[in-house]
C-alpha cells in the first residue's frame, strides 16, 4: 500500500510563497505520474498540477503562472512551490497519482494553505 505524506503548508500573506512536500514510500515512484490536489472547505477536491514520469508538467488555469510541480525521483518526493498566493489557494492540499497514473495510494492527511488579504 503506498502512502503518501504532505508537508510544508503554512499560514501567509497574500502575494507571499509557499513550498509543498510529499514523500511516497511502497510504490515505484518514478514511473508514476503524480498530481497535487486541493480541496477547499465545502468544496470538491480538485487536481491543481501534476507531472507526468518523465517531468512533464500540467497545470490548472487558475494556478498556471504562479505554481511550479517539480519531482526528485531519488528522493521519492513530488513538490509544489507556490508563488503570488491568493486567498482563494486557501486548502488542504494533498498529493497523490495523476491523470493516468500507474497508482494510487491512500490520501494523506494533507497539509493546509491558508492564505490571508
Known amino acids: 500500500q503506498v502512502q503518501l505524506v504532505e508537508s510544508g503548508g503554512g499560514l501567509v500573506q497574500a502575494g507571499g510563497s509557499l513550498r509543498l512536500s510529499c514523500v511516497a514510500s511502497?510504490?515505484?515512484?518514478?514511473?508514476?505520474?503524480m498530481g497535487w490536489y486541493r480541496q477547499a472547505q465545502g468544496k470538491q477536491r480538485e487536481l491543481v498540477a501534476e507531472?507526468?514520469?518523465?517531468?512533464?508538467?500540467n497545470y490548472a488555469d487558475s494556478v498556471k503562472g504562479r505554481f511550479t510541480i517539480s519531482r526528485d525521483n531519488a528522493k521519492n518526493t513530488v513538490y509544489l512551490q507556490m508563488n503570488s498566493l491568493k486567498p482563494e489557494d486557501t486548502a488542504v492540499y494533498y498529493c497523490?497519482?495523476?491523470?493516468?497514473?500507474?497508482?494510487?495510494?491512500?490520501w494523506g492527511q494533507g497539509t493546509q494553505v491558508t492564505v490571508s488579504s
Open positions: 511502497g510504490g515505484i515512484f518514478s514511473i508514476n505520474a
Open positions: 497523490n497519482g495523476g491523470r493516468g497514473a500507474i497508482w494510487r495510494g491512500s
Open positions: 507531472i507526468s514520469s518523465g517531468g512533464i508538467p
